[in-house]
């Protein structure tokens, strides 16, 4: 089935085909998410591409051997022997070890944030979620599975004989001269063991707040704010909305060899140096409420509490703000505001809330269009309306190209919603102001909205329409809101 594929594409993107099944190709590649490849290839075979991790060192050689044989295709397929079982000492040359350490590698390329080791009939299915997308990536051979997943599980420390229940665990991974942390989270299933690596790379911190997507007034805002000597600062928004990359950013930003910072985290998901990290451990007593206690016994200038969860937890981090400590921490709320209505249902009293709140950032993550193939187009009657445009304004839209593998997008960025408690902001919690009256008097003084956050990022270009639209909706007056 060599003959498939011609010698310039398997040379230029390191491919081999090994075996037809039906109306399947099975590939191997060095890149199996090069989605442009697979597809091209699919529209020349007519046959639906089945990717497999393989090394380039042996892809080449193969190839090498391939290529300088006759022509004759029969010639050609003898010598190769591109078979199913040839393939399989490709992958049996390559460990275990290496087998994983390419899985994350790749995962690391590709800027994902989390990696997914599936077990099906098949084999180990393997799954990046990339820009908050999960793209299948390639299927390992059944016989590789257990192999692979012991690898896995001896990196993160975890039990090799337990596979009933369900482990956590820490992979620290070197790679290219720096540190990345990987949190490992095993679940039993029917056809064996699930793993999900949760990816955290320490480059995203370390690149400032600039890169997280603030406009140019919120982020001069948030960094005066951050300075601040005391108060609560606190960051909003859903799981995968990029709050724990914006709180050690913030932490990053105002660390000095003059304060002395203690983290509580659950799970410790970045190394911060000149910083006292502290892991939460119910299993020996260390809770964020008991664990916050022992802190404020630390002389500590700034603490940051990886999330307010319950009634102590809050009553405490509110008496540490009231008492000389800068805190930072996050909520599960769906805008900046409503983190004063969280407070309170969490027993905190209004007057304590407008004495010791800094500000919220509330915020969402939207993929970024890649700018090797977006283009312009004609908004269709709804996005008009909703996002003000003039008649023939233009849009710009998502596309596909190799570059961008196919997705239309490369990276993220952030929707940021400032909410900061200003004299008047405090005087109206305290006379017991509702949400909306407190949001409005927000927005008079300057806080732009999530919704106009990323109104902004569609029409400068930054994100498309259909993006925003997976992260906002239409209220009954056809207005922006929060989803």
Request: aromatic share 4%.
């Amino acid at each position: 089935m060599v003959h498939l594929v011609p010698d310039n594409l398997m040379q230029t993107h390191f491919l081999l085909p090994f075996r037809r099944k039906g109306k399947k190709l099975h590939l191997a590649m060095s890149d199996p998410r090069n989605s442009a490849v697979i597809k091209k290839i699919e529209m020349m075979t007519r046959l639906e591409v089945v990717p497999y991790f393989a090394d380039r060192r042996e892809i080449m050689k193969r190839l090498d051997e391939y290529i300088v044989l006759p022509v004759s295709g029969s010639d050609r397929i003898k010598a190769l022997q591109a078979d199913e079982a040839s393939f399989r000492e490709l992958l049996e040359s390559d460990s275990a070890v290496k087998m994983v350490n390419r899985i994350i590698e790749g995962a690391i390329n590709t800027h994902a944030t989390d990696v997914h080791i599936e077990p099906s009939e098949k084999g180990l299915r393997i799954r990046y979620r990339i820009d908050g997308m999960l793209y299948d990536i390639a299927t390992i051979p059944r016989d590789m599975g257990i192999p692979t997943v012991s690898r896995v599980k001896v990196l993160a420390g975890m039990d090799l004989t337990e596979r009933r229940r369900a482990q956590d665990g820490h992979i620290g991974f070197d790679y290219e001269n720096h540190r990345v942390n990987l949190r490992a989270a095993t679940l039993p299933t029917h056809l064996g063991e699930k793993i999900v690596l949760r990816i955290h790379d320490e480059k995203a911190v370390l690149r400032g707040l600039g890169f997280l997507g603030f406009n140019d007034g919120d982020l001069v805002r948030f960094k005066q704010l951050i300075h601040h000597p005391h108060g609560m600062i606190l960051v909003t928004g859903p799981i995968g909305s990029g709050k724990t990359t914006t709180l050690y950013t913030a932490v990053s930003e105002i660390n000095h060899h003059t304060r002395n910072i203690v983290t509580l985290e659950d799970p410790i998901e970045y190394q911060l140096p000149g910083i006292n990290q502290v892991q939460v451990d119910p299993k020996i007593g260390i809770t964020f409420a008991s664990g916050l206690r022992s802190i404020l016994r630390q002389d500590a200038n700034i603490l940051l509490v990886g999330e307010i969860r319950d009634p102590e937890t809050a009553a405490t981090a509110v008496r540490a703000a009231n008492t000389g400590h800068l805190l930072l921490s996050s909520m599960h709320t769906n805008n900046a505001v409503s983190a004063v209505t969280a407070l309170q249902h969490l027993g905190v009293p209004r007057f304590q809330i407008a004495t010791s709140l800094v500000c919220v950032v509330a915020q969402r993550l939207v993929r970024v269009l890649c700018t090797e193939c977006r283009r312009q187009a004609e908004p269709r009657p709804l996005a008009k309306r909703i996002l003000g445009l003039q008649p023939g304004e233009k849009i710009w839209e998502a596309v596909g190209c190799a570059a961008c593998f196919g997705t239309g997008y490369n990276g993220r960025t952030g929707l940021f919603e400032l909410f900061r408690v200003s004299e008047k902001v405090e005087d109206a919690l305290i006379n017991g102001e509702d949400e909306k009256q407190i949001s409005r008097l927000a927005a008079e003084e300057g806080m732009v909205r999530l919704s106009e956050s990323g109104r902004r990022k569609v029409l400068d270009g930054v994100t498309s329409y259909d993006e925003l639209s997976r992260i906002v909706v239409l209220d009954e007056n056809g207005i922006l809101c929060e989803k």
